[in-house]
């Protein structure tokens, strides 16, 4: 799987979050959401440490790139990423995303994983503010908007979230960049289509697409939300 390949389209990408899926069935719930039409598969990666959780390390990152048709947009929701930028890339990382709150030195995080080949990603938490990525907006593939305070899925959509991609959208342009806007957390049909008019291009969706009994529907029906919005 090529970059091309991942940016290939100019609609908005639905990026089905395994974190809600049937862990003993894998392979099988990303295979629904793929026949649905999802364009990435999303793994939220935690250490217990940065968030109160411990979910998905390299292994199961390399066990699903075996079976995986879309690109792996791999989110670091752990303390000094670095120490692991590498690995999740060799185990088949195509978009890599790191905290802001977690690295010191954005800069040359993005600089690595960007020399890796992967798209990397700057996460900024609900309470960070947006001003914060201002200095690095330039050299962004992507930022990834928390509208959940990140950790579990299925928790309640965080609508001030809306107000942060719009501005993020503004920092992005100011800056000369057509980077992607992702927002994660609480996303569901009756939320996309707002998410998608403040700017967001990619739309992770967790308890959406696997809380239910047929995530296959479940990604239609949010695919089909959204219509052929055209990304911002
Ligand atoms: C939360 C994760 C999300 C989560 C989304 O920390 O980053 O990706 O799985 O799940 P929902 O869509 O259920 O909020
Ligand atoms: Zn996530």
Redesign the pocket.
Known sequence: MTDRDIWSTDGVQIAP?I??ANFAELGRDIAAAERGGADLI?I?V?DGLF?P?ITIGQPVVRAIKRIATRPLDV?L?IEDPDRYVDDFVSAGANMLSVHLEATPHLHRTIAHIKSLGAKAGAVINPSTPVSALVEIASVLDFVLV??????????A?IRHGLDKVRRVREVLTQAGSSARIEI?????ATNAVEAVAAGASIL??????F?GSDPEAATRALRSAVGSAART
Do not use: E
């Not at 928390?146 to 299925?154: E, I, L, T, Y």
């Not at 994660?184 to 569901?188: Q, V």
């Open positions: 979050s974190l809600a999303h939220d935690m968030v959780n989110h929701m928390m509208s959940v305070n990140p950790g579990f899925a299925g928790q959509f994660d957390g609480g996303i569901d992770v969706a967790g308890h959406a697409i809380g």
